[in-house]
C-alpha cells in the first residue's frame, strides 16, 4: 500500500451516536447474535397428524412454561426482574392457545402457526411507533421464541465472556441468560429506556445501548459501547484507549478498589449517607458491597405483579422481613403503595388527570383495608424495629394525621409482640408540601425528597411525555429553591432528609445537591460506586460556592451553564473527558 493510500475502511475508528439505556463502560470484541426472527416450514396436516401435532405443542409449550417459572421466581434474585418473567408467563398461555386454534383450524404445523400469528401481530401494528405496542411486540416475541426453541430443542445463545454482544434486539429472557457470561455490554437497533430488557440491563449493572446502527461493525471488532454518552466507538485509536482508561479509573473504577468500609465523606470530611433504592436482598447486598448503608426507598408497588393482583398481608410480610432481615441495622424505608385506582381493585377508571388523581397515599386512605393490610404487614416483620414508612405524594399534613390514625389504630389491633412501631417519613414531591414542609416535619420522623415528582408536579410536566420532554427541567431555579426549602426545614427540625429521585444518582447534580446542604442520598446501586468516588474529591464548601453562585441563574439554561463553568474549574479532573458536555437532564 502506498503511503498516499487510505487504510481499509474496517481499520478506522468509527463512531456511532445512540442512545444510553444503561450507563457503564464496556469494552470487548463485537459478538453478534443469531437474529431471533423465527424462519419456518410450513407443513400441512392430515386429521390424524393434527391432534399429534397438537401434543407435540404442548410439550414445548410445557417446557417453555418451567423455563419461564425459574425465571419468574422470587428466589430468581430480584422481584422486580421476575415481574418481567411474570408477564411472560400470562401470555404463554393466551398465546399458546391462540397457536393451537391456529394448528386445528388450518391444519399448520406449530412453528408456521406462530409465525402466521406474529405476522398478523407486526401488521395490525403497522407503521405505529408506540414504544409500549413496541414492547408488548417483543415480549410476545420473546414468548413465541421460547416456544420455538423447545419445539426444536434448540441450543441456548452461548456467548464468550467479556464480549460486547451486537444484535437487532435482545430478548429480556436473552438478557437474563447471557449476564451468567459476564458480557461487557449490550448495542441494539432497537428498543428503549423503558423496555423490559433495557429495565434488566440496568438491574444487572451491564451497559446497554440502543437505537444504533449496527452496519459499520463487523465481527470481532473490539467496541467500546459508552454508556453514558450513549456513542459506541468501533475500532478505537491509541487515543481513545488511553482517555477510555482514565475514564474507567475516576468513574467505574472496580469495587475492589474502593474502601467498602469506610464511610462517605467528602473532601473535607462532612459525612455523606449513601443509600440504595431497592427492593430485593439481592439489590440490597449489592449495593452494600460498594457502600450504601440501608435502603432509602422500597417502592413497595414493586411486590404487584403485572397481572395486578396486590399481595395479600402474609406475602408482604414475609417480603418486608426479607428484606429487613438482611439490611439490618442500616434501616429500610418502606414506601406504601404509590399505584393509582387501576391497579389496586385492577377497575380500568378513566380518570382525566391519572396523576393528580386518587393516587398513593389518597388512594390508601380512601381504602382503608389496603392500607391497613399493608401496615399490618410492616408492623409483623418489624421484629429488628428496623423498618420505616414513608408516605407518597404528600399534600399537606392532614394526610400525615390521618395516617398516624391508621397506624395508631392497626398498632392496638395487633398482639403486643409486634409492637416495634415504624418511623414515619413523608415524601416531598407536590409544591404543597414544600411549602409547608416546616409543618410536616415537625410531625414525622424524616423527608424524601423525591425529585422526579417534584419536578412533574412543580412545573406541571409530565415526567412520561416525551413530547414536553424539553420543559422537564430539573435546573430550573424553582427546583433549586424548592430543594433548599425543604432541606432547611429538615434541618430546622432536626431530621433527615434523603434525595431519593434520579437526581440523587446522578454524577452532575450530586455536587449541587452537596452545596445545597443535602447529607443524605438514596439512589439506584448501579450509581453507589462512582458517586462515592465524587463525593471523596469535593469539598462541600467548594460545593456551597457552586450551588450558590449556579442558583443566581434566571432560567434553568442559566443554571446549567453555569454549574458547568464552575464544575469545570473546580473539578474538571474528577469527571471522564466530555462527560460535563453531555445533556443531563
Ligand atoms: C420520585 O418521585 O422522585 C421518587 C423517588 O419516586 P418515584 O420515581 O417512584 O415516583
Ligand atoms: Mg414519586
Known amino acids: 500500500m502506498s503511503a498516499t493510500e487510505k487504510p481499509p475502511l474496517h481499520n478506522e475508528e468509527l463512531r456511532i451516536s445512540a442512545i444510553a439505556v444503561s450507563r457503564g463502560i464496556g469494552d470487548g470484541p463485537a459478538f453478534f447474535l443469531p437474529a431471533f426472527d423465527i424462519p419456518a416450514e410450513h407443513r400441512y396436516l392430515t386429521d390424524e397428524n393434527v391432534s399429534k401435532e397438537v401434543d407435540r405443542l404442548k410439550f414445548a409449550v410445557g417446557r ?4 419461564l417459572d425459574k425465571l419468574a421466581s422470587p428466589s430468581a ?3 422486580s426482574i421476575a415481574g418481567i418473567f411474570d408477564t411472560h408467563l400470562l401470555i404463554l398461555d393466551s398465546f399458546a392457545a391462540k397457536v393451537e386454534h391456529r394448528i386445528r383450524s388450518e391444519h399448520i404445523n406449530s412453528e408456521w402457526a406462530i409465525e402466521a400469528i406474529l405476522k398478523d401481530g407486526v401488521a395490525r401494528q403497522g407503521t405505529d411507533t408506540d414504544k409500549h405496542l413496541l414492547e408488548k411486540h417483543l415480549d410476545l416475541k420473546d414468548v413465541a421464541a421460547g416456544i420455538v426453541d423447545e419445539l426444536r430443542n434448540a441450543d441456548r445463545v452461548d456467548i464468550p465472556a467479556g464480549s460486547v454482544v451486537i444484535s437487532r434486539e435482545i430478548r429480556p429472557s436473552a438478557v437474563m441468560e447471557m449476564a451468567r457470561s459476564s458480557p461487557a455490554a449490550f448495542v441494539t437497533r432497537r428498543g428503549g429506556w423503558t423496555s423490559h430488557s433495557a429495565i434488566l440491563a440496568r438491574e444487572l449493572g451491564i451497559p446497554m445501548i440502543t437505537g444504533a446502527n449496527l452496519s459499520m461493525i463487523q465481527p470481532g471488532d473490539r467496541v467500546i459501547a459508552d454508556g453514558f454518552s450513549g456513542e459506541v466507538i468501533v475500532r478505537p485509536g491509541e487515543k481513545v484507549i488511553a482517555s477510555l ?19 462517605t465523606t467528602t473532601l473535607n470530611g462532612i459525612g455523606m449517607t449513601l443509600r440504595v433504592n431497592a427492593e430485593s436482598a439481592v439489590a440490597y447486598e449489592n449495593a452494600r458491597r460498594v457502600g450504601a448503608t440501608g435502603v432509602g426507598l422500597f417502592r413497595s408497588e414493586s411486590l404487584i405483579p403485572k397481572s395486578g393482583k396486590i399481595p395479600n398481608e402474609d406475602q408482604q410480610a414475609v417480603a418486608y422481613m426479607r428484606i429487613g432481615e438482611t439490611v439490618g441495622t442500616a434501616g429500610v424505608n418502606i414506601r406504601t403503595f404509590d399505584i393509582g385506582p387501576e391497579t389496586s381493585n385492577g377497575m380500568s377508571v378513566a380518570e382525566r388527570n ?31 424495629g428496623n423498618l420505616s414508612i414513608v408516605i407518597p405524594l404528600v399534600s399537606g399534613l392532614s394526610e400525615i394525621r390521618r395516617f398516624r390514625d391508621a397506624l395508631n389504630q392497626v398498632v392496638e389491633s395487633m398482639s403486643a409482640s409486634s409492637k416495634w412501631i415504624p418511623r414515619v417519613g413523608a415524601m416531598i414531591e407536590v409544591p404543597s408540601a414544600v411549602l409547608t414542609a416546616r409543618e410536616i416535619a415537625d410531625e414525622v420522623d424524616f423527608l424524601c425528597l423525591g425529585t422526579n415528582d417534584l419536578v412533574q408536579y412543580l412545573l406541571a410536566v409530565d415526567r412520561d411525555n416525551e413530547r414536553v420532554a424539553d420543559w422537564y427541567q430539573t435546573l430550573n431555579p424553582a ?25 440523587a444518582g446522578s454524577l452532575f447534580y450530586i455536587p449541587l445537591l452537596i452545596g445545597l446542604g443535602v447529607r443524605e442520598l438514596s439512589m439506584s446501586g ?23 453562585e ?3 441563574g434566571k432560567t434553568a439554561a442559566e443554571v446549567d451553564l453555569a454549574l458547568r463553568k464552575l464544575y469545570l474549574k473546580h ?3 474528577l469527571f471522564p473527558e466530555g462527560f460535563l458536555e453531555l445533556k443531563h437532564s
Open 354 to 384: 391519572p396523576s393528580l388523581g386518587l393516587r398513593s397515599i389518597r388512594l390508601s386512605l380512601a381504602e382503608p383495608e389496603l392500607l391497613k393490610t399493608q401496615l399490618r404487614a410492616i408492623l409483623r416483620a418489624n421484629d429488628l
Open 571 to 573: 473539578w474538571a479532573h
Open 479 to 503: 427546583v433549586l429553591r424548592a430543594i433548599s426549602e425543604v432541606v432547611t426545614a429538615g434541618r430546622d427540625a432536626a431530621i433527615p432528609v434523603t434525595v431519593c429521585g434520579e437526581m
Open 245 to 263: 482508561s482514565s475514564a474507567q479509573i475516576s468513574i467505574a473504577e472496580p469495587v475492589s478498589t474502593l474502601d467498602i468500609g469506610q464511610e
Open 77 to 79: 434474585g430480584n422481584d
Open 64 to 67: 417453555a412454561q418451567v423455563n
Open 526 to 548: 448501579n450509581s453507589i460506586a462512582a458517586a462515592r468516588r465524587l463525593i471523596g474529591g469535593i469539598s462541600s464548601l467548594d460545593a456551597e460556592a457552586v450551588a450558590n
Open 550 to 552: 449556579a442558583a443566581a
